[in-house]
C-alpha cells in the first residue's frame, strides 16, 4: 500500500483553505459589508489581514465535509502568518478566477476585433464592460489597499509584479492585433509596452476614484458618459499617428496649434 502523499500548501485540500480565506477577504471588501477592520499595514509578515479568523476559514470548509479539517489546515500551516501570507497572494493573483480579475470581459475581448463597428464604438462597448466588471469585483480593490505597503514583504511583492507583468503581457497582444487592424503606427517614441502601461494607469486610477467616492467617478450619472472609455481614447490617439505624420505626440502637438492659427501658449 503506498504511503499517504504528505499534506502541502499547493494540494486540493490547500487550495480549499484558500479559496475560502480569498472568500472572506471578498465579504470584507464589499462596499456595505458592515464594517470589517481595514488593512493596516505588511510588516515583516502580511498583517494586513489580521481581522481574517483561522475559525472562520474552518467553518466554510467544514461545510464541504473535509475530513479532520482543523488538522488539515495546521498541517499545512501552522501559524496564522503563513496562511494570511499565502491567502493574499491567491487572493492578488485570482487563482480562483482564471488568473484574471476580469474573466467575463476577457472572454469578450473579440468584441474588439468586430470590425462592423468604428474603432471607437467598439472601445465605449469593451471599457464599459470592463470597468463594470472590475469596480463590482471586490478583489479589486485589495491591490489598492496592499500595494502601498509592498515594501515590507519582498516576496508577495516578487509575486505581484510576476502577475500584472503577465497580465499586460497578455493584453499587449490584443492591442498590437487592433492596432494592426486599423493599419496605423505607434508615434515615434511609443511603443506597445508604454501603451499597455497607460491604459492600465488609467483604469487603476479609474477604479481607485471610484471607491473614494462612487458619486462623482467615472463611471457615474456626474461623469456625463463613460469617462473612463473617453480617457482611454485619448491615451490611444496621443500614442497612435492617426494622421501619419510620423512625429511624437509634443511636436505633433505643437506643430498642429500653430498650423491652426491658435497661439503659442508662451505668448
Not at 463597428?117 to 464592460?129: K, N
Not at 516576496?155 to 499586460?168: K, V, W
Request: hydrophobic content about 40%; overall charge neutral; proline content about 6%.
Amino acid at each position: 500500500m503506498s504511503p499517504r502523499p504528505a499534506p502541502t500548501r499547493t494540494d486540493a485540500a490547500a487550495e480549499r483553505f484558500l479559496q475560502a480565506g480569498a472568500q472572506l477577504i471578498d465579504r470584507a471588501l464589499t462596499e456595505h459589508s458592515g464594517g470589517k477592520p481595514g488593512l493596516d499595514g505588511l510588516g515583516q509578515v502580511p498583517k494586513a489581514l489580521d481581522w481574517l479568523r483561522i475559525e472562520d476559514v474552518l467553518r466554510i470548509v467544514k461545510s464541504d465535509e473535509l475530513p479532520d479539517s482543523k488538522r488539515a489546515f495546521r498541517n499545512r500551516w501552522p501559524c496564522k502568518d503563513d496562511y494570511v501570507a499565502d491567502v493574499v497572494l491567491y487572493a492578488l493573483l485570482y487563482r480562483d478566477m482564471e488568473g484574471s480579475a476580469i474573466p467575463r470581459t476577457l472572454h469578450e475581448r473579440v468584441e474588439l476585433f468586430d470590425a462592423t463597428r468604428t474603432v471607437s464604438e467598439r472601445i465605449y462597448a469593451f471599457v464599459g464592460t470592463l470597468v463594470s466588471e472590475l469596480i463590482a469585483n471586490p478583489r479589486s480593490y485589495l491591490l489598492l489597499h496592499i500595494a502601498p505597503l509592498l515594501i515590507g514583504n519582498p516576496e508577495l511583492h516578487a509575486g505581484l509584479i510576476g502577475y500584472t507583468r503577465s497580465d499586460q503581457a497578455r493584453w499587449q497582444t490584443v492591442f498590437t492585433e487592433v492596432l494592426k487592424q486599423t493599419g496605423k503606427q505607434l508615434r515615434p517614441g511609443w511603443t506597445m509596452e508604454r501603451l499597455t502601461l497607460a491604459l492600465n494607469v488609467v483604469l487603476d486610477g479609474a477604479i481607485l476614484r471610484h471607491r473614494i467616492d462612487p458619486a462623482h467617478s467615472t463611471v457615474s450619472a456626474w461623469a456625463h458618459g463613460n469617462l473612463t472609455a473617453d480617457m482611454i481614447l485619448a491615451v490611444i490617439v496621443g500614442a497612435v499617428d492617426v494622421d501619419g505624420s510620423r512625429l511624437p505626440l509634443g511636436p505633433w502637438l505643437d506643430g498642429f496649434l500653430r498650423t491652426s492659427g491658435t497661439a503659442d501658449v508662451r505668448g
